[in-house]
Each structure stands twice: as C-alpha cells, then as structure tokens.
Antibody
Framework: QVQLVQSGAEVKKPGSSVQVSCKAS????????ISWVRQAPGQGLEWMGR????????NYAQKFQGRVTITADKSTGTAYMELSSLRSEDTAVYYC????????????????WGQGTLVTVSS | QSALTQPRSVSGSPGQSVTISCTGT?????????VSWYQQHPGKAPKLMIY???KRPSGVPDRFSGSKSGNTASLTISGLQAEDEADYYC???????????FGTGTKVTVL
C-alpha cells in the first residue's frame, strides 16, 4: 500500500520561508517521481515541480523558478519542498503526489497523493 | 503556460450522463496522449480517475471514461450518482520544459 504522509500545518510571516515534507512508503523513491501541487483557498490545482530521486533530476514550473527548492532524502524516502520569499498569495494547501515519472514507462499522471499541508502566510 | 480551460460547472440528474471538456493547445493536450483527470471532494486530496486519455486505474468505476479530439479532452460520467458530485480537474503533459499543466476545474452538481 503506497502512502504519502506530509508534515503538519504551518503559519509563516511574509518574506520568510517554509519547508513541507512528504514521506513515501513502498518503492516510490526507487521507481517514481514526486511532484508538488498547490491549491489556494477556493482555487484550482497548480503544479509546482517534481523530483526524480533515483536520477537526481529536479524540474520546476516557470512561475516558481528561483523561489522553490525540491529535494529528496533517499535514505529516509522523504521529499521536501521549500518555498521562499513568502507572500499572502502563497497561502494554500500544498500536496505531494507520486508521478510525473516512472522507470520503464511514461507516467505523466499522479496516482497517489499526500493528505495536504496548509501553509498560511500572514503578518 | 496557461491553465487548460474547463467549464466552471456542469450538472445532471441521477442516472444521466455529463461530459466535461478540457481545452488546451497543440503544445499540451493536442500534442501528447498524456491527459489525466482528478476528482476532488471538499477538504480531500485529489483522486486519479483517468490517465493517458482513456485508461482507468483499478477501482475506478467504468462509468467514468475519457477521450480526446484535437486540443480538447473530455471526461464523461455515465449513470451519474450522488457521490459523483465533486470538483474535477484535467491535467496534461506539456513537454520537457513546462512538464505538467492543470485545468481550471469543473464543479459537477447532481441535481
């Protein structure tokens, strides 16, 4: 059973940074990519970027280039998303999801999702 | 990269069929057979319903089907049920630079 378990809710000041973690079970890190998707209150889904741990490849959506950093600790099976220079518009639920890559195939979809982490940016 | 265009809402009575469109460009929907669809109930994480335009993951009812013509993909829900009331999002691969782009989302209401 694949599970993605994310860290808890955060409240941050404008201009600061936040790091959200996502611990994966199963063979996720050895065969799949992990993407990060966010959803502002009442808004749609927005893809932020992905990491392919087994290949040490990271890609970011143009909108977040320079402000987001996605990393992975292969020893613990945990992915991280850090967003800097936070502003009120970054208030959202941040999801990690398995997909965007799978070894031996083309997996441009997200089959398992974390429970989401609410990040609130407020002064 | 702009979001894919979906209707804001669609509705239908139980047992009816509804179709949600997802319009992109030749750089995303029209260029690849990598369109996926997600169902999201309030306060919940999205759930994969369709991938690679027409494929259904194990456990997803066969009432859900996907198709694509040109730059527009579609999700059809046949035999609408009360539990199908949710938000639905399409997503498409958009090449090695942009990678993934989501649709604007559609609220499905069961009357």
């Amino acid at each position: 059973q694949v599970q993605l378990v994310q860290s808890g809710a955060e409240v941050k000041k404008p201009g600061s940074s936040v790091q959200v973690s996502c611990k994966a079970s199963g063979d996720t890190f050895s065969s799949y990519g992990i993407s990060w998707v966010r959803q502002a209150p009442g808004q749609g889904l927005e893809w932020m970027g992905r990491i392919i741990p087994i290949r040490d490849i990271v890609n970011y959506a143009q909108k977040f280039q320079g402000r987001v950093t996605i990393t992975a600790d292969k020893s613990t099976g945990t992915a991280y998303m850090e967003l800097s220079s936070l502003r009120s518009e970054d208030t959202a639920v941040y999801y990690c999801a398995r997909g965007g890559y799978c070894s031996g195939g083309s997996c441009y979809h997200f089959d398992y999702w974390g429970q989401g982490t609410l990040v609130t940016v407020s002064s | 990269q702009s979001a894919l265009t979906q209707p804001r809402s669609v509705s239908g009575s139980p047992g009816q069929s509804v179709t949600i469109s997802c319009t992109g460009t030749s750089s995303d929907v029209g260029g690849y057979n990598y369109v996926s669809w997600y169902q999201q109930h309030p306060g919940k994480a999205p759930k994969l319903m369709i991938y690679d335009v027409t494929k259904r993951p194990s456990g997803v009812p066969d009432r859900f089907s996907g198709s694509k013509s040109g730059n527009t993909a579609s999700l059809t829900i046949s035999g609408l049920q009360a539990e199908d009331e949710a938000d639905y999002y399409c997503c498409s691969y958009a090449g090695t630079y942009t990678l993934e782009v989501f649709g604007t989302g559609t609220k499905v209401t069961v009357l």
